[in-house]
């Protein structure tokens, strides 16, 4: 990344732009971007936090434990996988959660580590990017979405598995 800067920078110099007033321009465009997203950005960290507060996380992770136990998911992992799709913000204090209980060299803290980094936060890029076009008709984008978290999480615990030589 440092280097595609970089060259980035030598181009523009080379091209004799003012990067600074580039910058700023471009700045200024993304402002009305930003404005219309905010909306929708509040709305869902708003969301999450009613989820959380209310108990509801609970009586998610209950009602998927079946699927969770099989896919092989402790149940510590079981709250990471439930919000992940919700709130990224979420989802990594559960991990900071998981690897200061476990510690972040045991099989639960590289199984979640995995996890994050294999699954998205499908309902917030929903609600932020349909949202800020106006699309209200998400087809299959969200059950497709869905399912690739799915699998993620699968091949994460598979590789750590694997990684620990667990059963």
Do not use: C, Q
Not at 57 to 67: D, G, K, R, V
Not at 96 to 101: A, C, N, Q
């Amino acid at each position: 990344m440092p280097a595609l800067i970089l060259a980035l920078l030598v181009w523009a110099l080379i091209k004799k732009v003012n990067i600074y007033e580039s910058f700023v321009e471009g700045a200024k465009e993304a402002f009305p971007t930003i404005k219309r997203i905010l909306p929708y950005m509040a709305s869902m960290l708003i969301a999450m936090t009613v989820f959380r507060a209310s108990g509801a996380m609970t009586y998610l992770t209950i009602a998927l434990s079946p699927l969770t136990s099989l896919m092989g998911m402790p149940t510590e992992l079981v709250p990471l996988f439930a919000l992940r799709p919700f709130s990224g913000n979420a989802a990594y204090a559960l991990l900071r959660d998981v690897l200061f209980t476990h510690g972040a060299d045991s099989f639960l803290g590289v199984a979640a580590s995995l996890i994050l980094g294999s699954t998205e936060t499908i309902f917030y890029t929903v609600a932020l990017y349909y949202g800020s076009i106006k699309v209200t008709k998400t087809r299959v984008s969200i059950p497709v979405a869905l399912i690739s978290g799915v699998v993620g999480t699968v091949a994460a615990l598979i590789f750590a598995r694997m990684m620990f030589k667990v059963n």
